[in-house]
Every structure is written in structure tokens, then in C-alpha cells.
């Protein structure tokens, strides 16, 4: 009789902006368990901090600080657990205090150092405000390239928005229309079409990935008559990709490309530039979005807003990006493991 899996480690979720909506989402999330169930989980955290928001909520949350990941799972049906990250400064809802933002990093140090040794079976990154991190050295576009410096990813991060209806991989990111287009070309479309078919075969279980690839311009481009893009640039890099034995198809008119039965046809659509990608996604899935980071030796994923300071601290923030971000994360370590990890 062969041995039961073993358990996973519960995934680690980080402090985000202390000011933001990260810490109640979490306690939400925790507390709604039982009705919307999501894997186990410890926050990096302060939890004085937490303790005093959920006070300040009215919630009947209990917070139990961890001395190691391993207890999360021992504690995390009666409490939230939380492994200890004092912050320098008492944090007041909406308001970011520039003290807290060396903790702010550390938290997310701590987390891509305990998914790399084993002691997370992955993270998920609360929000964060870049501008409050610059004084910290925090000085990049985003988590994705942090964690590709931190983990020594040999090529760019690609960054996947999920929902339950959609997925769909940006080409260019933090960029104006104008910059993305410039520095649009086949060898950016074709690493993102790589690295998304190789992370829909490991992480999500889709044995052929199908990918179509965005145009950029109108129709397509009309043959060249509303731009070359199409003829010059996608065009060559979808021949590339075919000529790897990818299943790939376009470019497709953008308008066209994310009603219900275009959906059907491929697990993944690579788009040109940032709305191109995040509009579909939040008009079918507005509530739910998940941002993946593609390609990495560590999984990471987050709810795909931001900090929402304007309703911090008020219990109306919603919870289920966060709870979505939790499911896809544990299902990709299930999908990375081949099925070797038990939940009890």
C-alpha cells in the first residue's frame, strides 16, 4: 500500500501596503473560509497591526503570531496565522507612512526566500504603492521584476491576467501606447508566447497550450492600408513560433477576439500592450482578476488591483481577487508537484 502524499506548506502571503486594503482582504478571505474555502495561508506581517484592524473592523478575527512557517498549518483553522514583521510605524488606514516601507520589503524578501527553501509552497503579494517604496530602494515597475532579480531569472518576467473565463499575456507592460509600440518585436511576442505555453503545460495542466496572438492596429492592420505592424512584426513572429511546432493563430482584430465563442478556441490570448490585455479581462471578471508571474522557480500570484487607500479600513473592500489568487496559486504547486502534496 503506497504512503499518502505529503502536505504542502501553506502558501505565504506578503504585507503589501500597510495603509491599503491587503491586511482586511486577508482577514476576510480567512474568515469566510468555510463558505469559500481557500488553501492554507500565513501572512508576513505585523500582527499588532492586524489585531488592531480587525478591532477596528468589528471582526471577530483571532491573529496568532507563528514562530515558523511549519505551524501555519497546525493554526490556521483557528486563527490567522502570522509569521512576525513588527512595523516602525502604527499604520492609519489610507494614509502611507514612508517608515513602514523598509518592512514592506523585507516582507516580500522573506517570502521569495521561504518559497525558494521550501517552506511556502508559493506566495501571494498584497498590493503594494511603488511610490512609497522609493525611499526603501524599491525602485522597479512592479513585483515581477523584483522577484526576477531576487530568484536570478535568466529572462524577462511575463505576467499572466487570469480570471475564470480569460487569460491573457501582455507583450509590453508599464508603458505608454506610444513607448509599446516602439519597442515592439517579434523576439518580445515570441519569448511571451514561449514562456506562456511552457507555464500553461507545468502550472496549469493544459497538455497542448493554444495561444492567439492580438494585432495591434484596427482589423488587423487592413493589409498594411491601418498600419504595418501586423506585416512586419507579428506576422514573422507567429511564423517563428508555428515553425517550433507551437499552436499558434493570428493576428487577430483585437474587437474579435474575447466574445464567448473566440474564447473557446485557445487557452491564452498574447496581447500587444497593457489595456489590450487588462480591458476583456475586467469587463468578464471585474471582481476576480488574478496577476500571474510567468516563467519564475517560484510561484507567484495577486489579486490584480491595487491598494484601494480610498476605502481602506472601512470592511467594504472585496475579497475575492484575493481568495482567486490563493486557488490559482495552490493549483499550480499541485500542477508543479504532479500531484505529490495533500491539503488535510
Not at 14 to 26: F, L, S, V
Not at 303 to 332: N, S, Y
Request: with cysteine; proline share 9%; aromatic share 4%.
Amino acid at each position: 500500500m503506497s504512503a499518502a502524499p505529503p502536505e504542502a506548506p501553506a502558501l505565504a502571503v506578503t504585507m503589501g501596503e500597510p495603509a491599503g486594503i491587503g491586511g482586511e482582504i486577508a482577514l476576510a478571505a480567512w474568515s469566510a473560509r468555510h463558505e469559500t474555502p481557500v488553501p492554507p495561508f500565513f501572512l508576513i506581517d505585523d500582527p499588532e497591526r492586524l489585531r488592531r484592524l480587525a478591532e477596528h473592523l468589528d471582526w471577530s478575527v483571532p491573529v496568532r503570531a507563528i514562530a515558523e512557517p511549519e505551524d501555519a498549518l497546525a493554526v490556521f483553522e483557528r486563527a490567522v496565522p502570522v509569521l512576525p514583521l513588527p512595523l516602525p510605524g502604527r499604520p492609519d488606514p489610507g494614509t502611507p507612512d514612508p517608515a513602514n516601507a523598509p518592512a514592506v520589503v523585507a516582507s516580500l524578501d522573506r517570502a521569495i526566500e521561504l518559497v525558494r527553501a521550501g517552506r511556502a509552497s508559493g506566495m501571494v503579494t498584497n498590493p503594494i504603492r511603488r511610490s512609497s517604496l522609493s525611499g526603501a530602494g524599491f525602485t522597479f515597475p512592479g513585483h515581477a521584476e523584483y522577484l526576477a532579480l531576487l530568484t536570478g531569472a535568466a529572462a524577462p518576467p511575463v505576467t499572466m491576467l487570469a480570471s475564470r473565463s480569460l487569460r491573457v499575456v501582455p507583450v509590453t507592460v508599464h508603458l505608454s501606447l506610444a513607448r509599446a509600440l516602439e519597442v515592439l518585436n517579434a523576439e518580445r511576442i515570441c519569448h511571451t508566447a514561449r514562456v506562456t505555453a511552457h507555464a500553461l503545460a507545468r502550472d496549469f495542466g493544459v497538455a497542448s497550450p493554444r495561444l492567439s496572438i492580438a494585432a495591434v492596429n484596427p482589423q488587423a492592420g487592413e493589409g498594411g492600408a491601418l498600419g504595418r505592424e501586423e506585416i512586419e512584426t507579428i506576422g514573422p513572429a507567429i511564423a517563428q513560433l508555428r515553425g517550433e511546432r507551437m499552436a499558434v493563430d493570428g493576428p487577430h482584430p483585437a474587437d474579435t477576439l474575447f466574445h464567448e465563442r473566440a474564447r473557446s478556441g485557445f487557452d491564452a490570448a498574447i496581447c500587444m500592450y497593457h489595456d489590450q490585455a487588462r480591458i476583456p479581462l475586467k469587463t468578464l471578471d471585474f471582481e476576480r482578476g488574478v496577476r500571474v508571474t510567468l516563467g519564475m522557480s517560484v510561484i507567484r500570484t495577486a489579486p490584480d488591483h491595487g491598494t484601494a487607500l480610498a476605502i481602506a479600513g472601512k470592511g467594504i473592500a472585496h475579497k475575492a481577487a484575493f481568495q482567486e489568487a490563493l486557488r490559482i496559486a495552490d493549483r499550480m504547486v499541485r500542477h508543479r508537484t504532479g500531484g505529490r502534496i495533500d491539503r488535510a
